[in-house]
């Protein structure tokens, strides 16, 4: 499969490689990286978001970047600068955080990678948006306000494009990816405890093929799906 090109900011690379989902997962075993990796990338999905929530992310990240080039592979939780320079030394293509301050998102701007930072309200997306970042994850989704909530901002920050996670199902992605804001959605369905723990590759496989092929459902009342005109992150930063 054709790896994931980063020549345009993250969600918009995705959205042109019809990727809708990004996997999150949090792995116990680094072993377990590559063959989860090529799962994916075989059922579909040739980018995956590994957690540093456990002692094997690092590593796990270092395999499936050397093992497995057809695999965009990025770190998730990051939430410190430790954590994005260590990331990015073990070979990250890009970052997600569950939120941010200033001093992370200097230290995301000059990772020299694509990132998502974190937000769950209309006050800290302008935040990002006055620092000239248009791509970023919305978490937690569900708890949040779901596709409701995003929805209400698609008016008022069309610059904004989100990643919603955080109790996003294979039932309730069509209703996010509906929305013209929406890049893609990141899930844990695709890649869950069980499937891990018991190494059935197969099966995560075909819950990737079923996760690509996900599309948009009907949009909210009043919603009309659209394009969202959007500019490279990096071009819209304010020098500093």
Do not use: H
Not at 110 to 136: F, K, N, Q
Not at 140 to 166: I, S, V
Not at 222 to 232: D, I, M, N, P, T
Request: glycine share 10%; aromatic share 4%.
């Amino acid at each position: 499969m054709t790896p994931v090109p980063l020549s345009q900011p993250l969600l918009a690379a995705l959205s042109s490689a019809a990727v809708p989902v990004l996997p999150v997962v949090v792995l116990e075993d680094a072993a377990d990286a590559v063959p989860l990796a090529r799962a994916l990338v075989a059922g579909g999905l040739p980018v995956l978001e590994v957690t540093l929530r456990t002692p094997a992310a690092l590593d796990a990240i270092r395999a499936v970047a050397a093992e497995v080039p057809d695999c965009l592979v990025g770190a998730g939780t990051v939430v410190s600068e430790r954590g994005v320079a260590d990331a990015v030394a073990a070979g990250a293509r890009f970052l997600v955080s569950p939120g941010s301050t200033r001093r992370l998102l200097d230290a995301m701007d000059d990772s020299g990678v694509p990132c998502l930072p974190g937000v769950s309200t209309a006050s800290e997306a302008v935040a990002l948006l006055e620092r000239g970042v248009r791509e970023m994850k919305f978490f937690p989704a569900g708890a949040a306000g779901g596709p409701a909530y995003l929805a209400a901002l698609a008016g008022p920050l069309p610059e904004a494009r989100f990643c919603p996670t955080g109790g996003v199902t294979a039932e309730s992605a069509p209703g996010y990816l509906g929305l013209p804001n929406v890049g893609c959605v990141g899930g844990t369905w695709v890649a869950p405890p069980a499937v891990l723990a018991d190494r059935d590759w197969a099966r995560a496989e075909s819950l990737a093929r079923a996760a690509a092929s996900l599309a948009g459902g009907a949009p909210p009342a009043g919603q009309r799906r659209c394009e969202v005109s959007l500019r490279s992150r990096t071009e819209a930063l304010p020098s500093r």
